[in-house]
Each structure stands twice: as C-alpha cells, then as structure tokens.
C-alpha cells in the first residue's frame, strides 16, 4: 500500500517547512518518506529538502512564462494542466516506491484548492494508482491576530474542503510563535493570549465574529455588513467543518500528534500483513541435541 499526503494551504503557511519536518520524523522512526516537490514556481533553494520527485523536472513556471508569453497566473494554470496532461510521467516517477509514504509539497495559490479542478483530478490519479490520499491544510497562527482575516481563512478551509473530497486535516501552523517555546502548555505571550482563548480558534467559534465590541467593529459598522456576519455565523454553526490541529514544529510531542492524526485519517498500517515471529531454523536447536 502506498500512501500520500497532500500538504496544501496558502502562501507562506509554512508548507515547505512542514514537509520537510514531517518527512525528517518519519525516517528518524524508521519509515520511508518521500517528499515530492508540486510547485513549478518554487526556486531552487526554496527547500531544504531534496525533492525525490519534482514537477520543475517535467516544466517549470520560469518556462512557461518565457516561452508561453504567460504571467504567473496564467502560467500556473499552465503548468498544472501540462502535468494532468503527462500523468504518466508522475506515473512512472511514483513507479519505484512501493509502500512509502509521499509527502506532496503544493503550491501557495489559494484559488488552486478553492476553484480549480486541478487537485481533485489529480487525487482521482492518484487514487487510480491504489495510492491511499489524505489532504493536510495548513493556516498559520497569525491568522489568529485579526478576527475577520482568520475566519476567512476558516471559510477557503471549508472550500478547499468540499473542493477536494479526500479525507482532511486542517493545521493551526507556527504555534510557536504563540505560544513561545513550551510545547503544549498555551501560556498568554505577553499577557495577550490565554489558553481558552486559544480554544475559541482552533475549534472555531462562530460567537468571536458577533462580539463587536472593538474599534474597528464601529468603523464597519453598517447593517449590511452585520447581516453578512450573522450569515457567516450560522454557516459556520449549521456545519462546522473545521477544526485545527495545533502545530509546534519545536516541540517533537506536536509533531507526533499531528502526524498519528494523518496516520490514523489514512488508516496507515492497517493492511500491513500481522508480522510473523521469525521461524526458527534447525541451527536453533542444534545446541539441545
Ligand atoms: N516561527 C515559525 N516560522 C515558520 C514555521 N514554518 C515556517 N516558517 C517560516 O515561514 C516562512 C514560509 O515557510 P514555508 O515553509 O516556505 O511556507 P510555504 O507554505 O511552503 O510557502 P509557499 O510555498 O511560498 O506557499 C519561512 O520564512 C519559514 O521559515 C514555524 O513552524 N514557525
Ligand atoms: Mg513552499
């Protein structure tokens, strides 16, 4: 059984910076990782990884751009149906790993999980390949500074979501700047934030978007506004979709939820064989004769 990790989210979540954590922790336990690079944007020394299998070696942004008269946006487009488009090289790239786990490190462009086909195609391909695929998405931790930016980060979550239709963890990265070093205790970083208060976000309560009780509230404070507020509330309430794994990349124990959490989404290991206690061989009882 192969397994496969989407690592998705938008611009800067810390991504990359995931990826490689992630798969860093697996080899340390004893499990082979693979980290595969979906980003014909990234620059070369955007990782500190080495992509085992990387889409810049099938097309790359820069080309497309300069041979395609395309702009960025335009070229990502590009670039991602020239890879649905070449299936069979990734095909043949994912060839040689067999019970492995891959670690897909995507691109930051939000509207690539929110409207395009481009995922969920792919996720079939997958699929049609027996690799077992869970998405994680990850939002980082400032979002939790600005109400009204955090629950928009909630709300493309949710679309990126019912988008993908693959089994799905939402993170909560960079806690550690939060929480400051200490792994799971959320201690309020200068008095600003408790743990309680920390709750109300990674398992997102609708109730912060009503309380307007501060200045920026009244400089918004029309009607309309209020009403589409209270829209978004009963959204969020009628399916609340969305929770968030905290995620402390300095803290190994956070690490290690999170990734028995994606193991346990995929059901990794449960067709593994029961392993047998090893036959003995005659040399075994040469001595009791
Ligand atoms: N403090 C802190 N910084 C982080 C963490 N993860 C990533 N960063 C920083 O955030 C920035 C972006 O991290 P990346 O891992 O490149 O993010 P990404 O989501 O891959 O970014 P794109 O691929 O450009 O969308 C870098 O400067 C990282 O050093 C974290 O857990 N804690
Ligand atoms: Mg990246």
């Known amino acids: 059984m192969r397994y496969a990790v989407l690592v998705t989210g938008p611009a800067g979540a810390g991504k990359s910076t995931f990826s490689t954590a992630f798969a860093t922790h697996l080899r340390v336990s004893k499990r082979t990782a693979h980290i595969v ?11 500190e990884y080495q992509p085992a299998i990387d889409i810049r070696e099938l097309v790359t942004l ?12 335009g070229g990502l487009v590009f670039c991602f149906e020239y ?28 509207e690539l999980y929110t409207h395009h086909p481009f995922l969920p195609q792919l996720v079939r391909n997958l699929q049609r ?32 979501m019912v988008n993908l ?3 799905w963890i939402n993170i909560m990265s960079k806690m550690d700047l939060v929480s400051g070093s200490s792994s ?10 408790g743990k309680r208060d920390i709750a109300r976000y990674l398992d997102p309560d609708p109730m912060l ?15 309309r506004f209020h009403d589409l507020n209270r829209a978004i509330v009963q959204l969020i309430e009628d399916h609340p979709l969305v929770s968030f794994l905290p995620l402390d990349l300095t803290s190994t124990d956070s690490l290690e939820t999170v990734v028995s959490h994606i193991d346990f989404t995929m059901q990794y290991g449960e067709d ?17 004769e």
Request: net charge negative; charged share 30%.
């Open 37 to 47: 690079n979906l980003d014909p944007a990234a620059t070369g020394d955007a990782f």
């Open 62 to 73: 820069d080309d497309v751009m300069g041979e395609m008269n395309m702009g960025p946006n």
């Open 83 to 110: 890879l649905l488009e070449n299936m069979d090289w990734l095909e043949e790239e994912l060839g040689g790993f067999d019970d492995d786990y891959l670690i897909i490190d995507c691109p930051g462009q939000i």
């Open 129 to 160: 390949m027996s690799i077992r695929t869970c998405a994680v998405y990850l939002l980082e931790s400032q979002f939790m500074e600005d109400r009204y930016k955090f629950f928009s980060g909630v709300l493309s979550a949710m679309s990126a």
């Open 165 to 167: 239709e693959v089994p």
């Open 184 to 193: 799971d205790t959320f201690e309020p970083r200068n008095g600003k934030r």
């Open 209 to 223: 978007l009503v309380a307007a009780r501060d200045g920026r509230d009244q400089q918004r404070g029309n009607s």
């Open 272 to 288: 593994e064989e029961p392993k047998e206690p090893h036959d003995l061989d005659e040399g075994d009882f040469a001595d009791m």
